[in-house]
């Protein structure tokens, strides 16, 4: 497993579970892994665990930009520090009362080690929130989406920067893949806000500084910790850290009339989903395997996309689509491998080969349709998109500014 199935980022899960999203902290630690798996009851199919993580790590998503834009509740200090603080109330009272969190027993956690490691890492965790939150101002849940693409990226350029690992060209190559895919994707953006991208840049080298310090300590096996361990060492640090920005930055802005716009109910709700993340996670972690997680974080990103599209009306261009295509395709080869792909692919060619035996009629019904499909995205899907009242060619001369054309 590599490093960014290892460390995840908050809110999104064990892959993107990025920035902003919630406050999931997965970092994998194999004997948890086990124990969880064991735990976990014979009868309940991996299934479940994939649909629930799917469900909350995107609903948690969805309600983040709900309550930032269509609310109007401009204030993401306030709601991260909101979940945080939710998320050490809760991690305590797991403690206490739970066996979950008995994987704490086993960290060796000392006040010289939480200033010098946790307090840090905690700093950074604190920024990649505030950051991911801020972004949801300014751009669409699809283009974050998009953005987000590129955190393997960052995460390896981290690595290397810190001396986690050593630099390789032929690693940088393949997720050179990325970036192409999510540039493309930038040009075909039609609502491109530069203050939202760079923020969601910032949100992303901060993830992946968080991630790679995160495993610089893990690297030592009594720090070894679950995701719910993880929080609740991290929360309480991060929730005091967002809390000193919030008081300076929006909590004198903010009023009680906002905040019962919202409602109580809500904010408890988004709370609880996102904490409900977090203990997904780890049961997920114990009944699947790398390449689970790696795909249905890919279908993840991808619902999320369509979701972005349905409930807010987001315009994504064909462009947009092509670019998001390579982005995800280099992601899955970066995480898995050559190796791993020719295998899988293999395997999927015995059972495509074996269904066309038992239903021949119905494999030329999907290929055909598949075929069709394909024809209508190239003629038609790949054509730029342009939102209402824009005229093509500034449509054209700002995907040319962006790329330093003019």
Request: aromatic share 12%; net charge positive.
């Amino acid at each position: 497993m590599g490093l960014d199935e290892k460390t995840r980022a908050s809110g999104d899960s064990p892959r993107d579970l990025q920035n902003g999203n919630g406050t999931v902290l997965p970092t994998i630690n194999p004997d948890a892994e086990k124990h969880q798996a064991a735990k976990a009851q014979g009868g309940v199919h991996p299934a479940l665990y994939v649909t629930v993580w799917i469900t909350l790590s995107s609903s948690v998503i969805l309600f983040n930009k709900w309550i930032l834009s269509t609310l109007e509740f401009s204030y993401p200090v306030i709601l991260t520090t909101y979940h945080l603080a939710f998320a050490t109330i809760m991690t305590q009272l797991l403690a206490r009362y739970t066996t979950l969190l008995d994987g704490r027993k086993s960290v060796k956690m000392t006040g010289r080690v939480y200033l010098r490691a946790i307090v840090p890492i905690g700093f950074f965790f604190s920024l990649s929130l505030i950051c991911g939150n801020l972004t949801y101002l300014y751009l669409s849940v699809a283009f974050i989406q998009m953005l987000k693409a590129t955190t393997p990226v960052a995460v390896l350029i981290a690595s290397w920067a810190l001396g986690v690992s050593q630099p390789n060209l032929k690693v940088f190559l393949n997720v050179s893949v990325i970036v192409v895919g999510v540039v493309i994707a930038s040009i075909g953006e039609i609502k491109f806000v530069w203050i939202g991208v760079i923020y969601q840049i910032g949100g992303i080298i901060f993830e992946a500084l968080r991630l790679t310090m995160v495993q610089r300590l893990l690297s030592s096996a009594e720090y070894k910790m679950d995701p719910l361990v993880s929080l609740y060492y991290f929360a309480p640090v991060c929730a005091a850290m967002n809390f000193a920005v919030a008081l300076v930055w929006e909590i004198p802005k903010v009023s009680m009339d906002e905040v019962y716009k919202v409602g109580f109910g809500t904010l408890f709700l988004n709370g609880m989903c996102a904490f409900l993340l977090n203990v997904s996670v780890v049961f997920l972690i114990g009944k699947t395997s790398s390449l689970v997680l790696t795909l249905c974080g890919v279908l993840k990103d991808v619902m999320l996309v369509a979701a972005s599209m349905l409930i807010w009306g987001t315009q994504v261009s064909g462009l947009q689509f092509f670019g998001y295509s390579i982005a995800l395709g280099g992601m899955v080869y970066y995480k898995l491998g050559f190796e791993a792909l020719r295998g899988y692919a293999g395997e999927a060619g015995r059972q495509w080969a074996d269904f066309g035996m038992r239903r021949p009629a119905l494999r030329r019904l999907i290929i055909l349709i598949s075929v069709l499909t394909g024809v209508f995205i190239i003629l038609g899907g790949l054509a730029p998109t342009y939102a209402p009242g824009i005229d093509a060619g500034n449509y054209l001369n700002e995907a040319k500014s962006k790329i330093g054309m003019r």
